[in-house]
Structure formats: structure tokens, C-alpha cells
T-cell receptor, first 113, second 117 residues
């Protein structure tokens, strides 16, 4: 089944404790992206990747890192999480940026205490 | 600043009734407009996509319309079902301010639709 998977789905952590949210797609998509969704603000792009080893900042990249060592994986790293990063995070992928029908993962709900 | 505004914020209707959701945008120039459905606790799923040259697109009971002159789009749901209860998000693709010149997506904040039996 074609899908985007994220892990973990739920995470509670404390300020400053490094964490990684994994994202994997099995559709051989080139373009992958991370979003955060907050009430009243809609989805905002954090980082995106056009292909392996090609990443760029989205609208709200502060406090986040990403890597794209393999085509299927695009982990989101929070080196020193803070409470303002409490949010619902979505990973998405598409065949290419031009084709751009994005397929979203199920979401990761993060709480930073 | 490019914006996408959706109305109403929330809507409650009886099962079987029709409804229309609105999306106004200021993104310019504009490449395409997409409507997503997001069930509670899940990721958004694409419903329709329209380019500036298209003024209507259907997907089952969902029909999206686009007026590129007034920068307005609507999503009409016919004969609503309980499974239509979800958030509906309007997304517009337009120019990016990045050095790469790539287009970017601007998301609306969504309309929360609740269908009651």
C-alpha cells in the first residue's frame, strides 16, 4: 500500500531533550516536506527536500533540522525542543514539486513540557 | 503578503443537506488551487485541484469552483453524509520569495464541517 509513515505518533518530552521524528514513504517520491499545524494558523512548512541531499528552509525552520540521505526517509530533528514547538507535525511527499499532489502522513502530536 | 482566507470557520448542517465552503486568496500570480479534506487526527487528503484556466472540478459529491478574476473558490458538498465531517483546507500555489524562485503553497486555516444525523 502506498503510504507515508511517521513515528512516533505521539510524543511527550521535556525542554532541551533532543528528539527525532521519522518519516518514510514507499512511493519513490522525490519531494518531501515537513509541516506543523497549530490552531488558527493552518499548516506551515518547516523544511522541504527536492531530492536526496537537497533540502531547503520553509516558512518556520527555526529550531528544526532535517536530513535526506535516502530518497524514502526524511527525518525531522529537534536538537533542543522548547514548549513553543508543541504542535501537530505532518510529513508529506509528492512525485515531484511540479506534479505536487502531496500525500500526507498520519501526523505526530508533540508536547514539550 | 500572500494570504488564503476561508469561511466560515465552522459549519454544522443536517445529514443530507448541501453546503458551500468559501476560499478567498490574494496569492498572485497563481498556479493552482487545491482543496484538501482532513479528518480529525489524520493527515489531509487531496479532493480537487484547479489551474487558473479551470473554473470547476468535481470529485463525486464534491464540486469545486474557481473565479480567478475575483480570486475566489468554493467547495460545494451535495447530499452530505456523516463521513463528510472533517476540516476542509484550501491551498493556493504561488510564487515563493526564496532565492530558488520555487513556488510555494499557502494554506488556509480551514473550515470545520460537522454533519449531524
Amino acid at each position: 500500500e502506498a503510504q507515508v509513515t511517521q513515528n512516533p505518533r505521539y510524543l511527550i518530552t521535556v525542554t532541551g531533550k533532543k528528539l527525532t521524528v521519522t518519516c518514510s514513504q514507499n512511493m519513490n517520491h522525490e519531494y518531501m516536506s515537513w509541516y506543523r499545524q497549530d490552531p488558527g494558523l493552518g499548516l506551515r512548512q518547516i523544511y522541504y527536500s527536492m531530492n536526496v541531499e537537497v533540502t531547503d528552509k520553509g516558512d518556520v525552520p527555526e529550531g528544526y533540522k532535517v536530513s535526506r540521505k535516502e530518497k524514502r526517509n526524511f527525518p525531522l530533528i529537534l536538537e533542543s525542543p522548547s514548549p513553543n514547538q508543541t504542535s501537530l507535525y505532518f510529513c508529506a511527499s509528492s512525485l515531484s514539486k511540479v506534479q505536487e499532489t502531496q500525500y500526507f502522513g498520519p501526523g505526530t502530536r508533540l508536547l514539550v513540557l | 503578503k500572500n494570504q488564503v482566507e476561508q469561511s466560515p470557520q465552522s459549519l454544522i448542517i443536517l445529514e443530507g443537506k448541501n453546503c458551500t465552503l468559501q476560499c478567498n486568496y490574494t496569492v498572485s500570480p497563481f498556479s493552482n488551487l487545491r482543496w484538501y479534506k482532513q479528518d480529525t487526527g489524520r493527515g489531509p487528503v487531496s479532493l480537487t485541484i484547479m489551474t487558473f484556466s479551470e473554473n470547476t472540478k468535481s470529485n463525486g459529491r464534491y464540486t469545486a469552483t474557481l473565479d480567478a478574476d475575483t480570486k475566489q473558490s468554493s467547495l460545494h458538498i451535495t447530499a452530505s453524509q456523516l463521513s463528510d465531517s472533517a476540516s476542509y483546507i484550501c491551498v493556493v500555489r504561488g510564487p515563493s520569495a526564496s532565492n530558488f524562485g520555487n513556488e510555494k503553497l499557502t494554506f488556509g486555516t480551514g473550515t470545520r464541517l460537522t454533519i449531524i444525523p
